[in-house]
Every structure is written in structure tokens, then in C-alpha cells.
């Protein structure tokens, strides 16, 4: 914008200047017109002094001498006189002559100096309104911009009282149509995702801890078992038989010691993200042989395992890590096996509902009463406290369940009995159709074979 | 004298065995139950000392120590899993004597047993007689033949538990543990402390602590009357 003043400065001087120095010729031609049209004999002092101005001079002069009029002084600036600096051609230019028919010669001279004084003067305020201007332009943008910037500052403040430990602290800009206001909006919106993310993280951190001090409780009874079976192997005075016998509990705590730390870090992987081997599995295989491998195992309880009927609907392959599916439902037939009593069998049933395949494990136990149906997920919660840590329970075994149902997008509940007593869980899990998405629109809701 | 009366409260079978079958050794008579439900019966079981776990089902150990010692001043020993500052406090609040938490070894439960049942003056730890050897129960006191024998408290140790066990052989493992305890790892300790044991009693008589090869030490009573000419080293009572 100074260049521009200046260049404005220069232009309107330099015009201003051509128009002043033309005024000024025009006078003097005007004035030398009116000179050569000058009666004879008039009085030649008088002549002068009224051809004489402040910007013109007039002389008179006969036969080359001069005879009226001032004298030829140096023109000095401000007053009549004054010319070194002016060069011949300059002087020619501003000099009028005029020859009177009796050999008068009247000369008049043009002053440029005054013009001089004005465009000098013009000049000088011009710089001086382009100073004040841009000095006013100058601090007003600073100004301008320092209050449109404020709220920048006031963001590089928040931050800091928000890393301080002011969490709750937001922007709340009240224009968010603006690029401040919009740039204020997504920082909240960052602070409140982060915000959430920590708290997700803390939560999880206090039930990490929770958790190891629950596991630590629970090693400490296996390890008391063989520490003090052990010591009675050394000072109990036993027979053969009886130190076998008390070598074997040795042997069945440690298994134990270790089905439990298995558990636990299982429990402790499933907090992390999850490294899931993703293939399709045939359920319907699955669930035949772990029907047949929990018939084995209960049949040492006088129990027994049985599919209660081949689906007659197909069962799309669900996808997912196939060792963990088997270990949920290893889980849930291991628990239903543990409270059924003798005689009786423990019915697994499938089926499809909308877009899931349901698996439903019942027996004809003692039941789960409705108020502990969701606390029995929890970790370590027995219902019957003795006999569960007795025959190897971790008390982890739903919660690990659930967990890998989760994991897969579905879940493990306990649901009302089918037949109206014992106990019946339900494995959720989702399948997705290959060709069709989901399998919503493939609405078997037919009950395959789900017996009580 | 009746050897005191111990009742023992936990769920876990094999620490259950474990620890009765301990306490019995140590001469105590035991009543062990696996759960707090049938209360009466604890109740009149009338034992000088209560070892109780606070996760059992049916009442819990705090509950049932309340409800023992509402009826008599019975000195409790908790041993349990819980270890929280709570849970301490609680168990001191119902009056427990001490707070064990598991695991613990199955000779420090019979030595906080002990310790309390001394206190309360139901141990009366007889002074043995082994022969022509009278070794003092509850201070390192050894007389033979009517001499005096200065011994530390480890040899009066290993002596007393070798007398306890009079006739029968006591393996290294078995004497070293006893002790001093399963953190030590050096079966020399054992000769070494049976030489120096040796030498003193054999000051005042024939030889009474046997080598038995490959076995391990046998303490035999010695006939006190030294014209019997007969060493006495049958004699398993």
C-alpha cells in the first residue's frame, strides 16, 4: 500500500506541477497579448508595475538598456528573485518578450519558484496523510488480526489446562459456522474421543487388577493343597499305599494349579485385542464330536451326552477360530455334565433363528436360580462354592465362554429351562451367508430338533 | 494331662487331610469339618483351639468364630486365601489370636498352634524320659544320669523331636525340615548337629542315637541302671 501512496504522491505532484507551470505560461502569453496591445507613451514605470505580479516580472527596456521596472536580481525563494537553479532553457521557456512599435521592448519573466513552493507543499502532505494512513492500516490490521486470532490462543490455553488434568474442559465455540469455529468444534470432538478412550483404559486397567487380585486368591488354595500334602509325605508316618495315595493328590492339585493358570491367561488374552483365526466351521461337526467326547467323560459320573436330533434344516458354516468355539462348548457340556446327576442326560441341541445359530445345552441339575443367571458369568463366582473347587473348577470357565461367544459377535446366556427344570445355556453366534450378506432374509426359524 | 483340643475348618480336602493329620502328630486331638453348617457340633466338640479358613460355605470363618466365641473364650487361628487389610482386621475384630495366610507351612501352623495353646495354658509339654535321657519340653534342658548336659536350642530341638519319635528312625529330610524349616537345603546341618549331640550325651553313657544306613537317626531308650550291663538299644517303648 506505500508503494501505492508513493506512486499516488508522484503522480499527482508531477501533474499538478504541469499544471501549475501551464497555468503560468498562459499568464504570461495572456499578459505579453495584453502588452503588445499597450498605448504609446504611456508611462513606462507604470507599465511595469502593472505587468508585475508576484509570479511574473516585467522589465522595460529601450534600445537594450534597461528603463523600468525591478532590476534583475536573482529571484530569491518566497519573494521576487530568486533563480540559480534554473537552466537557460527553462528561463527561455518562462520569458516573454514583447517589441512595442517605438522599440519599446517589454520582457516579462515568469517566478516557477512559488509553483515549486506548492507542489513542495502538496508533496509534504501527501507523505505526510500516506504516513498517518498507513500507520492507521498497519495498526488496525495488527488489531483486526490479533482479535480474530484470539481464539487460537485461547485453544493453545485449553490444551494446556487440558494435559494439565482438566478433563471435563471444552472449547464449546458458540460459532461453529466459521473456520475458527469449526476448527474449535473438531478439537472438542478430538479432547472427547481421546477423553473416552482414557477412561475406556482406566476402566479396563481397574478391572485387570481386580482380577489379579481374585487369581491370586485363587492359586494360593492349589499351592496351600501341595505345599502341606507334600510335608505330610515327609513327616507323616505312612505305608506304602498311603504315601501313593498322598503323592496322587500331589499330582491331581498341581493339575489342577495348572488347568487354573491356563484359565487364567486365557482370561487375560481375551482382555487384549484379539488375534482371531477366522475360517468356516461346520457346527454341526463340532457339536458331534464334542457330544461324543462329553458322553465319554460323563459316563464316569453315570451321566450322559446327547445330541437331541440332527438339524433337518442346513446350518451355515459360522466363521471363526474353531479351537476356541470347541473350548466354549467343552465349557458349557463340562458344566452341565457336573451337576447332572447320575442316570440322567445332558441334551445339546441346534437350531437357526434369523441370521444366528443358536446351541442350547440343558440338564436335569439343581438349575440356576433367575437372580444368579447373570452373576454366574462373572469371574470366580461359584454357586456351590465347595463342590465346584473340589472336582477342578476355576470358577472361570462361563466367563471365558462368553467372552470367545463375544468375540465372534455373539454370546453365551442362561436361559430359562426347556423343560421346565435343570438348567439349559444358549450359545449365540451370527453366521454371514457368502452369497447373500446377511442372513436375515434366510429366515429359518425353524426349531431343528431343539428337544427337552 | 488331656492332649488339647483342636477343631479345624476347611473346605479344601487335601489341605483339610493335611493339616488333621499334622495337628494329630504333634499329639493333638483333632476335629475337622469341611464346611461352618453344622455349628452345634463344633460347638460341642469344646476345642481349646480353632483353626478356620473365612471362605468355607455355610458360615463363613469370621461367622463362625463369632459364634464359637460367643459361647467360650476359645483362641482363634485364621488360615486363609484372603489377605486384604479388611479382612485381617475383621478376623482380629472377632477376636482371632492370629491371621495365617495361605500357603502356609504345615510346621509353622503347629508352632502358632503351639505357641498358642501355651499361652492360654492348655500345653503342658511333659518332660520326656528315654531311658536314662530326660529332655525338657518347653526349655533346652537335657539330663542324663543325673548330669546336666548343656546343649543349644538347635541340638535340644533335634533331640526333642528324635525323643517324641523314640524307637522309630527319623530320615535327614525328615529331622532337617523339622528344624530348620524347607528353606534349607544342606543335610550336613543334621550330622553335623548329631555329632556335636553325640559327643555330649556319650560324656554320661553308652551310645543312644543309632545311624541307621541309608535310613537316617533313631534316639533308643538306654537303660538308666548301668549294672544291667545291656546297652539297651531294643527298647522301641
Avoid at chain 1, 498341581?254 to 484379539?274: F, I, K, T
Avoid at chain 1, 461346520?282 to 467326547?293: C, F, G, I, Q, S
Avoid at chain 1, 439349559?424 to 431343528?448: W, Y
Avoid at chain 2, 461367622?63 to 478376623?91: E, K, M, S, W
Wanted: proline share 5%.
Amino acid at each position: 500500500m506505500a508503494v501505492l501512496l508513493v506512486a499516488l504522491a508522484a503522480v499527482t505532484a508531477s501533474l499538478m506541477s504541469q499544471r501549475l507551470d501551464q497555468d503560468l505560461r498562459e499568464r504570461l502569453d495572456a499578459r505579453a497579448e495584453l502588452a503588445s496591445t499597450v498605448p504609446m507613451n504611456s508611462d513606462l514605470d507604470d507599465l511595469a508595475d502593472r505587468f508585475t505580479d508576484d509570479t511574473i516580472r516585467a522589465t522595460i527596456s529601450r534600445d537594450g538598456e534597461s528603463v523600468a521596472g525591478v532590476q534583475e536580481p536573482p529571484f530569491r525563494p518566497g519573494g521576487p528573485g530568486f533563480e540559480p537553479s534554473l537552466d537557460a532553457d527553462e528561463v527561455a521557456r518562462l520569458t516573454r518578450t514583447v517589441e512595442l512599435d517605438d522599440g519599446t521592448t517589454i520582457s516579462l519573466r515568469g517566478n516557477p519558484f512559488d509553483n515549486h513552493r506548492v507542489i513542495a507543499g502538496l508533496v509534504f502532505v501527501e507523505f505526510v496523510v500516506s504516513g498517518v494512513l498507513i500507520a492507521a492500516v498497519a495498526l488496525t490490521f495488527r488489531l483486526v488480526a490479533r482479535r480474530a486470532l484470539a481464539p487460537l490462543d485461547e485453544m493453545a490455553a485449553a490444551a494446556r489446562r487440558i494435559a494439565a488434568g482438566e478433563r471435563r474442559l471444552r472449547l464449546q465455540p458458540s460459532r461453529v459456522d466459521t473456520d475458527l469455529g469449526g476448527l474449535a468444534t473438531s478439537f472438542d470432538t478430538m479432547v472427547d474421543s481421546l477423553d473416552g478412550a482414557v477412561h475406556r483404559a482406566e476402566r479396563s486397567e481397574a478391572t485387570m487388577r481386580q482380577f489379579l487380585a481374585d487369581a491370586s486368591h485363587e492359586l494360593r488354595n492349589p499351592a496351600a493343597a501341595i505345599g502341606a500334602t507334600a510335608e505330610r509325605l515327609i513327616h507323616g508316618h505312612h505305608d506304602q499305599a498311603e504315601r501313593e495315595a498322598l503323592a496322587l493328590d500331589v499330582v491331581r492339585e498341581s493339575h489342577r494349579l495348572g488347568r487354573l493358570v491356563d484359565d487364567l491367561l486365557d482370561v487375560a488374552r481375551l482382555e487384549g485385542p484379539v488375534d482371531r483365526a477366522r475360517e468356516p466351521i461346520d457346527l454341526v461337526a463340532l457339536l458331534a464330536e464334542e457330544v461324543r467326547r462329553g458322553d465319554r467323560a460323563a459316563s464316569r459320573v453315570g451321566a450322559t451326552v446327547r445330541l437331541a436330533a440332527t438339524p433337518t434344516v442346513a446350518v451355515p458354516p459360522v466363521t471363526g477360530d474353531r479351537a476356541a468355539l470347541a473350548r466354549t462348548v467343552t465349557n458349557l457340556l463340562d458344566n452341565a455334565v457336573h451337576h447332572a446327576p447320575a442316570g440322567s442326560a445332558v441334551e445339546v441341541g441346534l437350531r437357526v433363528d434369523g441370521p444366528r445359530v443358536i446351541v442350547a445345552i440343558s440338564n436335569d441339575g439343581p438349575g440356576v436360580p433367575v437372580e444368579d443367571r447373570e452373576r454366574i458369568f462373572d469371574r470366580f463366582v461359584r454357586l456351590d462354592e465347595a463342590r465346584a473347587r473340589d472336582e477342578g473348577g476355576s470358577g472361570l470357565g462361563l466367563s471365558i465362554s462368553r467372552a470367545i461367544a463375544r468375540s465372534h459377535g455373539g454370546d453365551v446366556r442362561c436361559v430359562d429351562p426347556v423343560s421346565g427344570h435343570g438348567a439349559t445355556f444358549e450359545l449365540f453366534l451370527p453366521f454371514v451367508n457368502a452369497g447373500t450378506g446377511e442372513g436375515r432374509e434366510d429366515d429359518h426359524s425353524s426349531d431343528a430338533g431343539h428337544g427337552a | 494331662m488331656e492332649p488339647p483340643r483342636i477343631l479345624v475348618v476347611e473346605d479344601e480336602d487335601t489341605l483339610r487331610r493335611a493339616m488333621a493329620d499334622s495337628l494329630t502328630d504333634e499329639g493333638y486331638v483333632v476335629g475337622a469339618f469341611a464346611d461352618g453348617r453344622d455349628l452345634d457340633a463344633m460347638v460341642a466338640f469344646s476345642a481349646d483351639l480353632a483353626v478356620l479358613d473365612v471362605m468355607v460355605p455355610g458360615r463363613d470363618g469370621f461367622q463362625i468364630a463369632a459364634a464359637l466365641r460367643a459361647r467360650r473364650d476359645v483362641p482363634v487361628l485364621f488360615v486363609t486365601a484372603r489377605d486384604a487389610l479388611d479382612d485381617r482386621l475383621t478376623g482380629f475384630g472377632v477376636g482371632a489370636d492370629d491371621y495365617v495366610v495361605k500357603p502356609v507351612a504345615l510346621v509353622e501352623l503347629a508352632a502358632r498352634a503351639r505357641a498358642i495353646l501355651r499361652r492360654t495354658g492348655h500345653l503342658h509339654i511333659d518332660t520326656l524320659t528315654v531311658g536314662d535321657l530326660t529332655v525338657h519340653g518347653e526349655e533346652p534342658r537335657v539330663v542324663r544320669r543325673g548330669a546336666e548336659i548343656d546343649v543349644t536350642a538347635t541340638e535340644w530341638r533335634l533331640l526333642l523331636h528324635l525323643a517324641r519319635n523314640r524307637g522309630r528312625t527319623l530320615s535327614k529330610t525328615q529331622l532337617l525340615t523339622h528344624v530348620w524349616g524347607y528353606d534349607a537345603f544342606d543335610p550336613n546341618l543334621v550330622e553335623v548337629h548329631i555329632s556335636a549331640l553325640r559327643r555330649k550325651l556319650e560324656a554320661h553313657g553308652p551310645r543312644v542315637i543309632t545311624t541307621v544306613r541309608g535310613v537316617g537317626y533313631r534316639l533308643d531308650a538306654v537303660d538308666p541302671d548301668p549294672g544291667a550291663g545291656d546297652n539297651g538299644a531294643g527298647d522301641p517303648s
